[in-house]
T-cell receptor, first 110, second 113 residues
Framework: KNEVEQSPQNLTAQEGEFITINCSYSVGISALHWLQQHPGGGIVSLFMLSSGKKKHGRLIATINIQEKHSSLHITASHPRDSAVYICAVRPGGSNYKLTFGKGTLLTVNP | GVTQSPTHLIKTRGQQVTLRCSSQSGHNTVSWYQQALGQGPQFIFQYYRKEENGRGNFPPRFSGLQFPNDSSELNVNALELDDSALYLC??????????????FGPGTRLTVL
């Protein structure tokens, strides 16, 4: 079993829809990252969370440490949001290692 | 930003390869990742102030260097077919590199034939 599980693996939405991507992890962590990867490979860091909720534009990330679960929400989705969204965790006690989920492929159709 | 070279590379099994990364100016920590097709990135190792600061489950034929001028290298010896992947570097600031926001390069696509 992977330490970081994401769901769904693939997600197709219509422009304007509200999107939720989930991440569950099995180890104690000190930080969780949400990353966006576009075709061709480039990765952009969206959020780093250790508790609560963060918002940036149309993106919202939440984390529940007790339940070992995080969600990434996209409001008013747009075709330019189409990308792979990756959840990564830093296990507690580790000051260097990130463990990644396999990613969620999001396609937003116009 | 963070740059990587080359963009694409084709090698044959048994050869050696050097991938290069130029970190964001002033960042003292660089991490390297391997991403196989359809998978999430896997942590290879991290360098902090020119010293290896941690390593994932990769054999010693994966090695690295970090230079004072914000550049770093990933070297892979005795290439195997399974080494075919996208190699990503990411730089950050601070002693606890991975607790800080990481800035990723565009990656180098390595194909081993």
């Amino acid at each position: 079993k992977n330490e970081v599980e994401q769901s769904p693996q693939n997600l197709t939405a219509q422009e304007g829809e509200f999107i939720t991507i989930n991440c569950s992890y099995s180890v104690g962590i000190s930080a969780l990252h949400w990353l966006q990867q576009h075709p061709g490979g480039g990765i952009v860091s969206l959020f780093m969370l250790s508790s609560g909720k963060k918002k940036h534009g149309r993106l919202i990330a939440t984390i529940n440490i007790q339940e070992k679960h995080s969600s990434l929400h996209i409001t008013a989705s747009h075709p330019r949001d189409s990308a792979v969204y990756i959840c990564a965790v830093r296990p507690g006690g580790s000051n260097y290692k990130l463990t990644f989920g396999k990613g969620t492929l999001l396609t937003v159709n116009p | 930003g963070v740059t990587q070279s080359p963009t694409h590379l084709i090698k044959t099994r048994g050869q050696q390869v050097t991938l290069r990364c130029s970190s964001q100016s002033g960042h003292n920590t660089v991490s390297w990742y391997q991403q196989a097709l359809g998978q999430g990135p896997q942590f290879i190792f991290q360098y902090y102030r020119k010293e290896e600061n941690g390593r994932g489950n990769f054999p010693p034929r994966f090695s690295g260097l970090q230079f004072p001028n914000d550049s770093s290298e990933l070297n892979v010896n005795a290439l195997e077919l399974d080494d075919s992947a996208l190699y990503l570097c990411a730089s950050s600031l601070g002693g606890q590199g991975l607790t800080d926001t990481q800035y990723f390069g565009p990656g180098t696509r390595l194909t081993v034939l």
